[in-house]
């Protein structure tokens, strides 16, 4: 072999590798110039954030009913399919695992215990000739998923330990019933609050405000103000240090405890939950958002009662406050990009009969009457709408007795009950919730004056399981069916797929 | 809102309630096994539309009285000329018979005939006119479901609008694209827009076509043509015929009588938006054409004649289209006349 072969093969070879090279910056090149959208999809827990992720993507990807997205109801959606996330560091959402236990086992997916992502790429033939010259015809969304109850640290951003000990004692002592093993804790510590500090001591209060949270948090309270969030959702954050404090009785002292004590300590972990773990969290997932859908479940709120209603008015009044633009907010200045659409959504509309959807919305429309005035003051413009992101009833109406009675038909979730009627959660029944009031003033101020017969009548919202899916004749699956969920998706994503 | 629903809701709130499916004492109706997931299993749905007045802030307009007395002229004279047509009849037969029987008999099947085809020409118009007026009120009622944003008024009006259109394949897929919609839980202005994009759009595109084809024909033959009669003729033919074919692909039938009317309507919607065409478009259109019509006087008079048929033809989708632009802005002028001069020779090339 001549030397001069030998340098033809070297100099081919160097030429390959910059051709693969040159290949895979233009590719990187060609990423970068399809334009992204974050959707940030913000809830308390179990408002659903998971299944309106899930049926959001499955409904793009098998391409379902979606009339109301312009792009997919004008043909103008070419394909939609799942690509690697942009970063790399936070897990995937598992998309086809909970999309498996929709369809196939025909459950609510579990309750979200980290921060997951998803990136989802849509094909798209743009309506306006510039778009079409110059877009490739492509949009990445990436959507977040993350466990509702950290949304409630955003409070704590606002709040020193004296502050937060204050508020949440304030709370404790409004509901004692729930309360009442945590304030004997307390109580039984309370000399010890100068003394030397305690690991034992520590982990007896926080494991008994811990309870005393998850209790607030069950069903028949639903309760939504309950920060600390990690207190219910560690994620991998069990046992540290800084998820071992609970709020203490601090009196209106204002004298600065001594290095070493119980007090100096419980104070130095609820700054460190601050530094490590809310302030990461909200500056990692919540700054870049482009567009925001605040997911509400107030259904669940109106069966615990006026308490539970009137709570999770608040949380989101304290939460949608915290994305308050203006200097005076720690978060705004890490809002770099500007979120121009938000959309609040009741969600599990499908719960209820079609002629109350209107009332819903306006349940909702007060409950958020302020974020609203806030988001629209700061030029975002913002929607209401009742949604179901997963459609599990179907609307009928029954005749019993000679009366007719409008209802709801689906299968109900097993050991709900309704009257002395309890579903095993295997047959169908068909259900009335109940008529939501005209008045909305009604569901919050009936607790003191509820008579025997007004009880009676009170709403009864009925879980459901997720809707048996039709096969077609060549035995592919239908795409979920929801309600409005493509219209949440045209206000959200419409305009980017013009 | 809120009045119109406290008119049929029930005054006391009702118990919740279960019903398990296999209680035999419960009966639902329907066929639910049927039916797909996605689609709606309504039942006996109450006709609470007809109880809903719609909210009115304006007071309504008292009607004018109306006179008596020119109906009584009008009884009167109608009379008097039928009977005296039936009298030059009546003495017209008699005289035949006189002459030869074979000659009154034959005047009397002729009569008959006559009265007939009368008969049946009153039919036809009135059927013209009642479907002008069918698919005015489906018009109102879209607006309306769309302005209160009620699904159940939509409903209603979107089910006749496809009785409208049941007849016509070529809105088939249309139709079962609405079919579909109507059946899941969608507002009322939705489904009021859905309607316009699946089932009409086709429709508005033809209707479009036919507008500039005739405002095209018109501008070229009057810059062509020798004589202003010509062009006269030409203007008033094409117009006429754009109502005619316009109102036949929105699906009305007109007769003689129900076209009058549609020429009527059409002029006075001309009449009522004229103002605003010329407040806006017309100055822009001549401003924007005055190069061209300086360049040629006969030229600039055939782009005056295509944009006058272009307004009418604008007149026209509005006045005959069953469903209000809701979704879409409808045809303008100027959109329309930038196409008809950019368009020409485009057009001359796809002849060849």
Redesign the interface.
């Known amino acids: 072999m001549s030397p001069l072969n030998s340098l033809f093969k070297n100099a081919r070879l160097a030429l390959t590798d910059a051709q693969t090279a040159l290949d895979n910056f233009a590719e990187s090149a060609v990423d970068l110039t399809v334009p992204t959208v974050r959707l940030g999809v913000t809830g308390l827990a179990r408002s659903g954030k998971t299944v309106f992720i899930s049926a959001l993507v499955h409904n793009l990807i098998a391409g379902g009913r979606l009339p109301l997205l312009d792009a997919a109801g004008t043909g103008r959606l070419a394909r939609a399919y799942l690509q690697p996330q942009p970063d790399d560091d936070v897990p995937r959402f598992n998309y086809e695992q909970h999309v498996e236990t929709l369809t196939k086992e025909r459950l609510w997916p579990d309750s979200t215990h980290q921060i997951s992502q998803l990136r989802l790429t849509i094909e798209y033939e743009s309506a306006t000739f510039l778009s079409r010259q110059l877009g490739g015809g492509k949009l990445h969304l990436d959507i977040v998923d993350y466990p509702g109850e950290w949304l409630l640290d955003l409070v704590l951003l606002r709040q020193d330990f004296r502050q937060f000990s204050k508020e949440a004692l304030k709370r404790a002592k409004a509901r004692p019933d729930l309360s009442a093993e945590f304030l004997s804790t307390l109580a039984r510590h309370q000399d010890k609050l100068h003394e030397e500090f305690s690991e034992d001591v520590a982990r007896d209060l926080a494991n008994t405000f811990t309870t005393y949270l998850s209790r607030c948090r069950d069903d028949e309270n639903a309760l939504s103000m309950l920060p600390p969030g990690r207190f219910l959702m560690p994620g991998d954050m069990k046992g540290t240090p800084a998820l071992t404090f609970a709020p203490l009785d601090l009196g209106s002292t204002q004298v600065k405890p001594k290095a070493g004590t119980l007090l100096a300590i419980m104070e130095r972990r609820y700054e460190a939950y601050r530094k490590h773990v809310v302030r990461p969290f909200f500056k990692n997932h919540f700054a870049k958002l482009d567009r925001q859908i605040v997911l509400v479940d107030a259904l669940t709120a109106i069966n615990a009662g006026p308490a539970a209603l009137d709570d999770l008015s608040q949380a989101l009044t304290e939460i949608m406050g915290a994305f308050r633009p203006g200097k005076s907010s720690w978060l705004s200045s890490i809002l770099s990009r500007k979120i121009n659409r938000i959309l609040f959504a009741a969600t599990k509309a499908d719960h209820l009969r079609r002629e109350d959807h209107e009332h819903l919305e306006k349940l909702l429309q007060q409950l958020v009457q302020q974020a609203i005035n806030r988001a629209e003051f700061s030029g975002a413009s913002v929607e209401t709408l009742a949604l179901a992101s997963v459609r599990s009833t179907r609307q009928a109406t029954v005749h019993h007795d000679g009366v007719e009675t409008p209802a709801l038909l689906g299968t109900p979730m097993p050991a709900e009950t309704i009257g002395d009627i309890q579903f095993d959660g295997e047959e169908e029944a068909a259900i009335f919730p109940g008529d939501l009031p005209e008045d909305l003033s009604d569901l919050f101020a009936e607790e003191q004056d509820r008579t025997e017969a007004e009880d009676q009548t009170a709403l009864k919202y009925v879980r459901f399981r997720p809707p048996k899916l039709e096969r077609t004749a060549e035995g592919l699956t239908l795409s979920l069916p929801h309600i409005r969920l493509d219209r949440a998706m045209e206000f959200l994503l419409g305009d980017k797929l013009a | 809102?809120?009045n119109k629903?406290?008119q049929h809701?029930?005054q006391?709130?009702?118990?919740?309630?279960?019903?398990?499916?296999?209680d035999s004492?419960?009966?639902?109706?329907?066929e639910?096994a049927q039916e797909?997931?996605?689609?709606?299993?309504?039942?006996?749905?109450e006709d609470e539309s007809a109880l809903a007045l719609p909210q009115n802030n304006i007071a309504p307009e008292p009607k004018p009285a109306v006179s008596r007395w020119s109906k009584i002229i009008a009884i009167g004279g109608g009379g008097l000329l039928s009977l005296a047509i039936g009298l030059a009849v009546d003495s017209l037969i008699r005289d035949l018979f006189a002459r030869y029987d074979w000659l009154g008999w034959t005047a009397v099947g002729l009569t008959v005939l006559a009265f007939l085809g009368l008969i049946g020409l009153f039919i036809k118009e009135w059927r013209s006119l009642s479907r002008l007026e069918q698919i005015d009120h489906i018009r109102d009622d879209l607006q309306t479901a769309a302005d209160n944003d009620s699904?159940k008024e939509a409903r209603a009006a979107l089910q006749k609008l496809m009785a409208l259109y049941a007849d016509r394949p070529e809105t088939a897929h249309g139709r079962t694209?609405l079919i579909?919609?109507t059946q899941?839980?969608?507002?009322g202005r939705?489904l009021v827009k859905?309607a316009e994009?699946?089932l009409l759009a086709p429709l508005d595109a033809r209707a479009r076509l036919i507008v500039m084809e005739s405002a095209k024909r018109v501008s070229v033959i009057t810059a062509l043509s020798p004589r202003a009669l010509v062009d006269i003729l030409i203007v008033l033919y094409e117009n006429l015929r754009i109502v005619r074919r316009v109102s036949r692909l929105y699906g009305a039938r007109p007769g003689t009588l129900g076209f009058w009317r549609l020429a009527r309507d059409v002029a006075a919607h001309l009449a009522v938006t004229g103002g605003m065409a010329a407040g806006d478009s017309l100055v822009e259109q001549f401003i924007g054409q005055g190069l061209a019509a300086k360049l040629s006087a006969r030229l600039g008079e055939g782009l005056v004649n295509g944009f006058l048929t272009a307004r009418i033809g604008v007149a026209a989708i509005q006045t005959c289209r069953p469903a209000p632009f809701i979704a879409t802005k409808g045809p303008s002028l100027s959109e329309l006349m930038s196409e008809i001069t950019k368009s020409a020779p485009d057009e001359v090339a796809d002849q060849d």
């Open positions: 809102m809120t629903k406290t809701k029930p006391t709130r009702r118990a919740p309630k279960a019903f398990k499916l296999d004492s419960v009966r639902l109706e329907g639910f797909p997931l996605s689609s709606e299993a309504v039942v006996s749905e699904d694209l579909g919609h899941e839980i969608i507002d939705d859905l994009r699946d």
